[in-house]
């Protein structure tokens, strides 16, 4: 190491600005994702909903920067490095783009050409308590085995 | 180590032998490889519930599924509330691991000692919260192919989600659970002062690699399942 005591001292110091910086900018992220996500709770507007789930993504994605640029050091490696790293990534724009136009072609198909399919989404129905688990064993009056692994459906 | 590869006025000399053109040690850059396999699997998982869950009419309402807390009185919902803590729990776990790899890389055994076992506090805390919840999920009826939950608009679910949900939330608990072990593995070699003999703390840089990517991968499982 050819640095000197003061160079490696204001080096550290840097260091663990950017490790608190990066710390806060995670935590207030993930406090306005909260936010968002319990304002949707009683959100009635769907085109509103749709927006705000818009910016949860965008934040996400920051999310993600911060930590592979800063917690995972790859903004301090060399770019050959960052390149054979982030370019295959790219990928997964396609991957997304493609899955999920394809995800939403069937769901049209299938109600234009599946009556009983296109059936389903209208009837509404009562929920069921406890199929199974502690519910069950309740019922039997052995509540002490309710951690017993699932039965076979 | 150091290695200067920078500000080379001749690009090509960088691939000429002799130099370390990533300016990275072998290990490393192996560790960024595997995690990029390990994104492509999360991904795939993750872009296909995508794709189910658009190719279905109804959902269930992530709000009304997950809105236990432990502890609470029958009859309290208190939704997203447990998933932030298990959220900033692993994030704070994220960042006692960068401070562990920032200590190594300082040579200071106590505070890599120090970091790591805040760091497997924070795994472990976070399992036993997944554990709890799963368990929650359970016995409500909630189960690999049993999904006793209605679509949000009051329709008959399909175990799609439970399926997915299990799966994917197993699969990033099995990743955590392997982190734990990864760091307890470093805290022992720490304490056995192998990093010290070496002369360098690289270990714990790779394990701090995977530990991120741990909690990146829940950056996007917490927001998918629970907000979106």
Known sequence: ?153 | MSTTTTASPNEAKLWGGGKSPFNSEYGKVMMWYFLMSDAFTFGAFLISYGTVRFSTNGWPNSNEVFRSFPFAPEGVHAPLVFVSIMTFILIISSVTMVLAVHAGKNMDKQGVVRNMILTIIGGLAFLSCQAWEWNHLFHEGAWWGANPFLNADGTASTTNFTNFFFTITGFHGFHVFSGVVINVIMLIMTLMDKFEQRGHYLMIEKAGLYWHFVDLVWVFVFTIFYLL
Request: hydrophobic letters at 50%; charged letters at 25%; a neutral charge.
């Open chain 1, 1 to 153: 190491m050819s640095h000197t005591h003061t160079d490696q001292e204001a080096h550290n110091k840097e260091a663990m600005a950017e490790i608190k910086k990066v710390t806060i900018i995670l935590s207030v992220f993930t406090i306005i994702e909260l936010i968002l996500g319990f304002w949707m709770i009683s959100m009635t507007s769907e085109g509103l909903k749709l927006a705000v789930k818009g910016t949860i993504v965008i934040l996400m994605m920051a999310k993600a920067f911060y930590i592979v640029a800063y917690f995972m050091h790859l903004k301090h490696e060399v770019k050959n490095l960052i390149m054979t790293i982030v370019v295959p990534l790219l990928l997964f724009v396609w991957f997304i783009a493609a899955f999920l136009w394809d995800g939403n072609s069937f769901r049209n198909l299938r109600n234009d050409y599946d009556p009983y399919f296109k059936e389903q989404a209208t009837i509404k129905v009562e929920k069921k308590e406890g199929e199974h688990g502690a519910a069950k064993h309740e019922a039997s009056e052995s509540k002490h085995e309710a951690a017993a692994p699932a039965e076979k459906h």
